[in-house]
């Protein structure tokens, strides 16, 4: 049984559709151990304490300096022991030293088609902005492991979404978490769960 710690920061939607999947059998031979949120009136709080889930807050704001909240938030996530930790939309930077503690076990989701509209400054609606002022006709959504870099990990799984003309950022954030994020996060989980994903040369094997 794969233990999975999801860490979110706002509504949840991803959060969501792992708890969904795993309901359903969708994902398989895993557990939801915790959910983690900096953010205190984060929705997804709310979606795990429906869905049963311990929760708690690890909030910046409670501490005076970022070394103590990189700290705390550390021990919170071993406290729950998890062999996979997920990053359903947590816009927090993971500390070197979380990085380093859960190397290949930490996944993250993303609203892009890495390597194009990631790193620095493109998160959340940001990154469909970015898309829309390029004027790309192809988006959609990456699954990575995370390394030390922001963005830079191996890729294990991408989806791509069409762009309308008519797209809005929001439009377009709408799609892509419907027709990518909420299908590719939870399949990304079941191949780990079930030994389907092996990190070689940096890259990502996947043995179906
Ligand atoms: C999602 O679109 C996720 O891909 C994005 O934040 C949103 C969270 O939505 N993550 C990033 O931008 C990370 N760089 P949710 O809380 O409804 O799952």
């Known amino acids: 049984m ?3 710690v999801v860490c979110v920061s706002g509504g949840g939607t991803n959060l969501q559709a792992i708890i969904d999947a795993v309901n359903s059998g969708t994902i398989t031979n895993t557990e939801i151990a915790g959910v983690i949120s900096n953010n205190r009136n984060a929705f997804a709080l709310e979606r795990a304490k429906q869905a049963g889930i311990p929760a708690v ?3 910046p704001k409670d501490y005076i300096n970022r070394d103590l909240f990189n ?3 550390l021990k919170t996530v071993n406290e729950m022991k ?3 930790v997920v990053l359903a939309g947590f816009l927090v930077t993971i500390p070197v030293e ?3 503690a859960y190397e290949n076990r930490i996944i993250n989701i993303h609203p ?3 390597p194009s509209f990631c790193g620095v400054g493109y998160y959340g609606l940001k990154v469909h902005e970015g898309a829309l002022e390029r004027g790309v006709k192809i988006s959609g ?4 492991f995370v390394d030390d870099g ?3 990990g191996p890729i294990i799984l991408q989806k791509a979404v069409e762009v309308r003309r008519d797209d809005t950022p929001k439009a377009l954030q709408q799609r892509i978490m419907e027709e990518a994020e909420w299908k590719i996060l939870p399949h990304a989980i079941d191949m780990i769960a079930n030994g389907k994903v092996q990190v070689k040369n940096g890259k990502v094997v996947i043995t179906e």
């Open 2 to 4: 794969l233990k999975i």
């Open 57 to 59: 807050c690890v909030s």
């Open 71 to 73: 700290e705390a938030l």
């Open 82 to 84: 998890p062999d996979l």
């Open 98 to 100: 979380m990085i380093k």
């Open 112 to 114: 892009s088609l890495i």
């Open 141 to 144: 959504a990456t699954v990575h």
């Open 150 to 152: 922001t963005d830079t």
